[in-house]
């Protein structure tokens, strides 16, 4: 499993990577973390995940 944090403000990182911890465990998948200009609707971060079955 792969996973891409998209963030439109990348002072967001702590708490993200906070939460993010919480939810994937001890032993997290590989992650790539970018800043974007901004999301539709005022999203303020955007997760994509690509695993295997």
């Known amino acids: 499993m792969k996973t891409t944090v998209f ?8 708490g993200m990577n906070d939460v993010y911890r919480t939810h994937v ?3 997290p998948p590989a992650r790539s973390t970018v800043a974007v200009k901004d999301f539709p609707g005022g999203a303020r971060i955007e997760i994509e995940a690509i695993a295997s079955v």
């Open 7 to 14: 963030l439109v403000d990348f002072a967001d990182f702590p």
């Open 25 to 27: 465990g001890d032993l």
